[in-house]
């Protein structure tokens, strides 16, 4: 029981967590929705040195991403933006595997936890004689709470991983269409003849 009363503790601990996690990155990013819309709109005008003021002052994980590429710019502004999009996203998965984890073992905790008492019980029966078969009822009886327990610590769980997964796929999607814009919104204003180079 032990066991599975830390799986069910660290399990719910990483879902708390994720979810304040979700919720600051959604608030986050809806509350600077404009500032994304400006370094965007900047970046396609080839003001590149104001698109990143612009970035670092706005905190959204978005812009975290936009100001992360255009400080690299000159070394790759491609490849910078990629890996700063697949660290936001790293971010938000982190603990989901531990939860996955928490899911898998608690219910397998509880079938040893029943195996081993069921065990224990016809040991005790062996010894003292099958004289009163509601020893063995009793017995397995509780030797079978581990198997419940660990069936609802994986239940309470699964429900929260799974919001999770859905909402990590839906921010991955957005993400990865908001950075394509502001990608070409980039390649937009170093393309302009009017406007100087981003460089």
Same mark, same amino acid.
């Given at each position: $029981? ?13 879902? #708390?967590?994720?979810?304040?996690? #979700? ?8 509350? @600077? ?19 990143? +003021? ?29 890996? +700063? ?19 898998? +073992? ?6 040893? &936890? ?15 004689? $099958? ?7 009793? &017995? ?20 929260? @991983? ?19 814009? @502001? ?11 009017? +406007?100087?180079?981003?460089?």
């Amino acid at each position: $029981m032990w066991p599975i009363l830390l799986c069910s503790l660290m399990g719910l601990t990483v879902a #708390f967590e994720r979810f304040l996690t #979700f919720w600051k990155y959604a608030f986050a990013n809806r509350y @600077f929705r404009s500032g994304q819309a400006e370094v965007i709109a900047l970046a396609r005008k080839g003001a590149c040195e104001e698109a990143l +003021a612009v970035a670092k002052k706005a905190e959204s994980p978005i812009c975290r991403v936009f100001a992360a590429a255009l400080e690299n710019r000159e070394a790759g502004f491609k490849e910078t933006l990629e890996a +700063a999009s697949q660290q936001a996203i790293d971010r938000l998965r982190r603990g989901l595997s531990l939860m996955d984890t928490v899911i898998t +073992a608690s219910p397998m905790l509880g079938i040893l &936890g029943t195996v081993t008492g069921i065990i224990h019980t016809f040991h005790a029966l062996n010894v003292s004689g $099958m004289e009163n078969p509601a020893v063995a009822a009793a &017995g397995i009886s509780e030797a079978l709470i581990t198997t419940a327990a660990g069936l609802i610590a994986a239940i309470a769980c699964l429900f929260p @991983f799974n919001y999770f997964v859905a909402q990590l796929a839906r921010r991955a999607h957005e993400l990865e269409q908001v950075v394509h814009h @502001f990608e070409i919104a980039y390649n937009t204003g170093r393309q302009q003849g009017e +406007a100087p180079p981003c460089a």
